[in-house]
């Protein structure tokens, strides 16, 4: 993986977050809404500490994927480990039984997940938005995370934003509050569901640039994304999702350049 550029402000040498990165493992994973099968047999292996990069066209079942990995959909088959431990379940007597929310809600401290379009409460500023979850968990007292935050926003380059509130705040501003925020509690892993897809072009580079080091500092990644630059450049392994399945998966090299299905070379040939 490249080093990120130097002097880009947005990327603030965020570097390592303060937690163990951690495995994810998908097995058998299935989803259906309705009629439509969206996840077919998903089976999907992160290292520790590497970053996996999922591609595809609309409707593939990324997102899906992505948000069966912290529980936010319940898969109808198969399931998912963060760091060894099956997420949103517990083995009972051979079989799977579904948590109870607290649970579930612990175990997705250990999940960040960055969305698409922000998600901050508008009525918080920046600052705030970022201490909210470590406070609401018990894991830090209102001083302490306060000042968590201020390391975190000077991390993505917003030291001098933490009492803006979102509506004061660039798109590319409020994406990179969202990483801090997914960063105050530590996780071993970060899910990123298409982090530039609802910025203005030009906004996009400050947004990759944080995920970048992030990158470089060793954290597990999932990243749904269309930049396929980016993929070259920061990814481990680049997995192409369609119809619900594994269509392909490598490193980039060989799956950006040399892609071996015709259906990736399909998709390639109408994204780059």
């Known amino acids: 993986m490249s080093a990120p550029a130097a002097g880009n402000e947005a990327a603030g040498a965020v570097g390592a977050v303060g937690a163990e990165p951690v495995s994810v493992t998908v097995t058998g994973a299935h989803k259906r809404f309705g009629a439509q099968q969206v996840l077919a047999g998903v089976d999907l292996e992160v290292p ?26 319940k898969l109808d088959a198969g399931h998912v480990e963060v760091g060894g431990e099956p997420v949103g379940v517990r083995r009972h007597r051979g079989r799977f039984k579904e948590l109870n929310e607290r649970a579930i809600l612990a175990q997705r401290g250990r999940i960040g ?26 894991r830090r007292n209102r001083a302490q995370a306060r ?13 001098d934003r933490a009492g803006a509130y979102p509506r004061q705040l660039s798109g590319g501003q409020q994406q990179r509050v969202a990483i801090a925020r997914a960063l105050a509690l530590e996780p071993g892993v970060i899910l990123f569901d298409e982090p ?20 470089t500092g060793g954290t597990t990644l999932i990243v749904v994304t269309h930049e396929i630059g980016f993929a070259r450049e920061v990814a481990d392994t680049v997995v192409f999702l369609d119809g619900g399945r594994i269509v392909e998966q490598g490193p980039p090299a060989q799956v950006l350049s040399a892609p071996r299905h015709p259906r990736t070379r399909e998709f390639l040939s109408r994204v780059l």
């Open 113 to 138: 997940f960055v969305f698409q379009n922000f998600n901050l409460f508008p009525h918080l500023t920046a600052l705030e938005n970022v201490a909210a979850a470590p406070v609401a968990t018990g």
């Open 147 to 159: 000042e968590a935050a201020r390391d975190l926003l000077a991390r993505v380059g917003l030291a």
């Open 196 to 215: 530039t897809s609802a910025l203005d072009p030009e906004l996009v580079g400050e947004v990759l640039a944080v995920i970048r080091d992030l990158a």
């Open 48 to 73: 520790a500490g590497e970053v996996t990069v999922i591609l595809g066209p609309s409707g593939s079942g990324k997102s899906t994927l992505l948000r069966a990995i912290n529980h936010l959909e």
